[in-house]
């Protein structure tokens, strides 16, 4: 009878045998999508502080008092157990912790088993088993609704939009893209660290004596990865801190890019009135060059006039010299001829006579060509002194022409290096310009109701909605007919083009517009209208600023007014 009580009881208690392994279940449905960015960022705060009450509450009412020095207590009571229950027959069979706690559920069964109960270990393992059945759900839990919280709702929706800056520099959304990559690694590292804590606890469990001997290691486990729960939720909050403020940020970045804007309009403004007073400079510096370049070669031909004329005069002079020196002695030879007649014949002969005329006509003639030689002579001195005093104004020309070249060369070199920066600056002008697009496009992503529903589609580029920037312009063109009234004319005629149109092109213009509208009934307001229409399509500087400085020619001084206000008004709703 006995042993047929001990088999009955046996096998009352023995486990049942292992159920075979079941197909993992199947994932959970997905969390529903929120509305806005603002409703995920409330949703996840909510949950953020739920699960810290809760960790607070668990804590109380399980963490708060851990007494490890009944190990060895433990454990025996736990063989006792087992031993008594026949749920141990062999000395090599391992219990698990889930299969302890079937065991220690079933000794109310029998009055034998139920003694057992009585003994304070049986209240200690009993708070052990609910202790870790409670963490065990309690770590589900809250496991899920963070991963939830986090890695669906806000790695989906808390972005920066990085891609949409084309690789651009763009100081806040770097800095948040960096933040981002911070708080994610940061918080995919705590998870994994929890599923180190979750592997850690599944292994202690797969022999209560070895858990119950090292249930301080267990306990530590449990405190660690509450404290994870609790690390978890401060970048996680600060995550949403610098997600909200992100707007912000975008709109402080738009403002500086906007001041930087305006202070470039302004350096290219100086650069350009600069440039015209250097290239004015270099024009009158070239023009200076070349008059003395002229100089330079009048002297040069006026130097080859003189060699001209020198040789001249030397070819006169050897001439003379050559008469001079014929008549001379043809001069002698009369004179002996003379002499000879005179021996000869009595000095009042006819033919004496004769030859005393012919002595003198060619003494005349000598003194003549003497007259003639001292003239050239000196003609030829004053050659030499003129081209001496010529050659010292060309070489003092040379000096000046050099170094009105020197000038005229730093002059376009300055030109050149003013015009590559004033390119250089408009590049920049034009880099602040597309950073200041890029910027606005983020902020109306992060600010749109619809961005939501792409971004838990899964967010591409190309998907991404374009920035609809208002055109002011023609705002501005459409206050401005309406007040303009008959002064539409005068407007069209101080309006600059680019490239230009003088007078008469501009009054053509006005007269193609007044037959534009022949058989209509059209207002100065339509006309003006028009008229500025036109000059937007025909010049390439038609822009607010242009139009308010022709408008100022005019002393229009009140529609400059509103349109400064209007301006004004339109960039602080740009910047909010």
Same mark, same amino acid.
């Given at each position: 009878?006995?042993?047929?009580?001990?088999?009955?009881?046996?096998?009352?208690?023995?486990?049942?045998?292992?159920?075979?392994?079941?197909?993992?279940?199947?994932?959970?449905?997905?969390?529903?999508?929120?509305?806005?960015?603002?409703? =995920?960022?409330?949703? =996840?705060?909510?949950?953020?502080?739920?699960?810290?009450?809760?960790?607070?509450?668990?804590?109380?009412?399980?963490?708060?008092?851990?007494?490890?020095?009944?190990?060895?207590?433990?454990? /025996?009571?736990?063989?006792?157990?087992?031993?008594?229950?026949?749920?141990?027959? /062999?000395?090599?069979?391992?219990?698990?912790?889930?299969?302890?706690?079937?065991?220690?559920?079933?000794?109310?069964?029998?009055?034998?088993?139920?003694?057992?109960?009585?003994?304070?270990? +049986?209240?200690?393992?009993?708070?052990?088993?609910?202790?870790?059945?409670?963490? $065990?759900?309690?770590?589900?839990?809250? +496991?899920?609704? #963070?991963? /939830?919280?986090?890695?669906?709702?806000?790695?989906?929706?808390? #972005?920066?939009?990085?891609?949409?800056?084309?690789?651009? &520099?763009?100081?806040?959304?770097?800095?948040?893209?960096?933040?981002?990559?911070?708080?994610?690694?940061?918080?995919?590292?705590?998870?994994?660290?929890? &599923?180190?804590?979750?592997?850690?606890?599944?292994?202690?469990?797969?022999?209560?004596?070895?858990?119950?001997?090292? +249930?301080?290691?267990?306990?530590?486990?449990?405190?660690?990865?509450?404290?994870?729960? *609790?690390?978890?939720?401060?970048?996680?909050?600060?995550? #949403?801190?610098?997600?909200?403020?992100?707007?912000?940020?975008?709109?402080?970045?738009?403002?500086?890019?906007?001041?930087? $804007?305006?202070?470039?309009? &302004?350096?290219?403004?100086?650069?350009?009135?600069?440039?015209?007073?250097?290239?004015?400079?270099?024009?009158?510096?070239?023009?200076?060059?070349? $008059?003395?370049?002229?100089?330079?070669? %009048?002297?040069?031909?006026?130097?080859?006039?003189?060699?001209?004329?020198?040789?001249?005069?030397?070819?006169?002079?050897?001439?003379?010299?050559?008469?001079?020196?014929?008549?001379?002695?043809?001069?002698?030879? !009369?004179?002996?001829?003379?002499?000879?007649?005179?021996?000869?014949?009595?000095?009042?002969?006819?033919?004496?006579?004769?030859?005393?005329?012919?002595?003198?006509?060619?003494? %005349?003639? *000598?003194?003549?060509?003497?007259?003639?030689?001292?003239?050239?002579?000196?003609?030829?001195?004053?050659?030499?002194?003129?081209?001496?005093?010529?050659?010292?104004?060309?070489?003092?020309?040379?000096?000046?022409?050099?170094?009105?070249?020197?000038?005229?060369?730093?002059?376009?070199?300055?030109?050149?290096?003013?015009?590559?920066?004033?390119?250089?600056?408009?590049?920049?002008?034009?880099? =602040?310009?597309?950073?200041?697009?890029?910027? @606005? @496009? =983020?902020?109306?992503?992060?600010?749109?109701?619809?961005?939501?529903?792409?971004?838990?589609?899964?967010?591409?580029?190309?998907?991404?909605?374009?920035?609809?920037?208002?055109?002011?312009?023609?705002?501005?063109?459409?206050?401005?007919?309406?007040?303009?009234?008959?002064?539409?004319?005068?407007?069209?005629?101080?309006?600059?083009?680019?490239?230009?149109?003088?007078?008469?092109?501009?009054?053509?213009?006005?007269?193609?517009?007044?037959?534009?509208? +022949?058989?209509? /009934?059209?207002?100065?307001?339509?006309?003006?209208?028009?008229?500025?229409?036109?000059?937007?399509?025909?010049?390439?500087?038609?822009?607010?600023?242009?139009?308010?400085?022709?408008?100022?020619?005019?002393?229009?001084?009140? !529609?400059?007014?509103?349109?400064?206000?209007?301006?004004?008004?339109?960039?602080?709703?740009?910047?909010?």
């Amino acid at each position: 009878m006995l042993t047929a009580r001990r088999r009955y009881s046996a096998s009352r208690f023995r486990l049942p045998p292992p159920k075979p392994p079941t197909p993992p279940p199947s994932p959970p449905p997905e969390p529903p999508q929120p509305l806005n960015l603002d409703a =995920v960022r409330r949703k =996840v705060l909510l949950v953020l502080h739920t699960v810290e009450k809760d960790v607070a509450v668990f804590k109380k009412r399980w963490m708060r008092y851990n007494d490890f020095d009944d190990a060895e207590k433990w454990i /025996d009571y736990a063989n006792l157990v087992l031993v008594k229950s026949w749920a141990k027959q /062999d000395k090599n069979t391992v219990f698990t912790l889930d299969a302890f706690v079937t065991v220690l559920s079933g000794l109310n069964e029998t009055e034998k088993l139920q003694q057992l109960m009585l003994a304070p270990e +049986y209240t200690q393992l009993k708070k052990i088993c609910d202790r870790d059945a409670a963490f $065990r759900e309690f770590r589900a839990s809250i +496991y899920k609704r #963070l991963k /939830d919280a986090i890695l669906y709702h806000m790695d989906k929706c808390c #972005l920066s939009f990085i891609e949409e800056t084309e690789g651009l &520099d763009i100081q806040p959304v770097k800095d948040y893209e960096a933040k981002l990559v911070e708080y994610k690694i940061g918080l995919r590292g705590q998870f994994e660290h929890m &599923d180190t804590l979750n592997t850690e606890l599944q292994e202690s469990k797969c022999s209560v004596l070895q858990h119950l001997a090292e +249930y301080d290691k267990v306990v530590h486990y449990m405190e660690e990865t509450l404290e994870t729960v *609790i690390k978890m939720c401060a970048p996680a909050r600060r995550w #949403l801190e610098a997600d909200e403020g992100y707007v912000r940020k975008l709109e402080n970045g738009i403002f500086d890019l906007n001041q930087k $804007r305006r202070c470039l309009k &302004d350096e290219i403004k100086q650069m350009q009135h600069r440039k015209g007073d250097i290239k004015i400079r270099a024009c009158r510096r070239s023009y200076s060059a070349n $008059r003395v370049g002229l100089q330079v070669q %009048e002297k040069l031909n006026e130097q080859n006039n003189f060699s001209r004329r020198q040789m001249t005069a030397r070819e006169n002079v050897g001439r003379l010299e050559v008469q001079l020196e014929r008549k001379r002695a043809k001069l002698r030879d !009369m004179q002996h001829d003379l002499l000879d007649l005179r021996k000869m014949e009595p000095s009042t002969s006819k033919k004496a006579n004769t030859i005393f005329r012919q002595q003198r006509a060619l003494y %005349e003639e *000598i003194r003549s060509l003497e007259t003639r030689l001292t003239r050239l002579n000196g003609e030829m001195f004053c050659l030499k002194t003129e081209k001496k005093d010529s050659y010292v104004q060309m070489h003092e020309l040379e000096n000046i022409w050099v170094s009105s070249q020197n000038n005229q060369q730093r002059a376009f070199v300055k030109l050149h290096h003013h015009t590559r920066t004033l390119k250089d600056v408009n590049e920049e002008l034009e880099d =602040v310009g597309r950073r200041i697009y890029l910027l @606005r @496009r =983020v902020k109306e992503l992060k600010s749109r109701a619809d961005t939501i529903q792409k971004l838990y589609l899964g967010y591409t580029r190309e998907e991404a909605v374009e920035s609809k920037a208002p055109d002011r312009i023609i705002d501005v063109f459409k206050m401005t007919a309406m007040n303009i009234g008959r002064g539409w004319e005068a407007l069209y005629h101080e309006l600059p083009f680019d490239p230009p149109r003088d007078y008469h092109t501009r009054s053509r213009d006005i007269e193609v517009l007044d037959m534009g509208t +022949y058989g209509q /009934d059209a207002g100065f307001q339509e006309m003006a209208l028009r008229s500025l229409d036109r000059w937007r399509r025909l010049s390439r500087c038609a822009d607010v600023r242009e139009l308010t400085l022709a408008l100022k020619k005019l002393r229009r001084y009140d !529609m400059v007014q509103k349109i400064e206000k209007y301006m004004l008004r339109a960039s602080i709703n740009n910047i909010k």
